[in-house]
């Protein structure tokens, strides 16, 4: 994942399921979908990877404690979603070609 939103939690009481459901949340209310994974420090995991509100959830020790990092995972970010339209890929040929119309002009 290389794109995603940075939530942070540090309310004592709440439980990590509970963190990572407001995460999603505020993740679905600001991008209009639903994220597919969620990384946290595994300090916050206490039995490793797992699956929490339609999640997955991993640990990674580039999260700081009390932060979620949430996005669309590697493995569904190619899986067009139902309705979805399809993304352009640009390739370096269509930027070649851009460049050299605009010098020609």
């Known amino acids: 994942m290389k794109i995603g939103l940075l939530f942070y ?3 004592p009481k709440a439980q ?7 995460a999603a949340a505020r993740y679905q209310e600001k991008y209009g979908h639903a ?3 969620c990384y946290v420090h595994p ?14 959830v991993y640990g990674q020790h580039s999260v700081l ?8 995972g590697e493995a569904r970010a190619e899986t067009p ?7 352009a ?3 370096k040929k269509d930027r070649t ?8 002009a």
């Open 16 to 22: 990590i399921e509970e963190k990572v459901r407001r």
């Open 65 to 72: 404690p009390n932060h979620l990092w949430l996005g669309i």
């Open 35 to 37: 994220a597919t994974a």
């Open 81 to 87: 979603r139902a309705g979805a339209a399809p993304v």
């Open 97 to 104: 070609r851009k460049t050299t119309a605009a010098t020609a």
């Open 9 to 11: 939690d540090d309310d």
């Open 89 to 91: 890929q640009h390739t």
């Open 43 to 56: 300090s916050m995991l206490s039995g490793g990877d797992c699956v929490m509100s339609g999640l997955d």
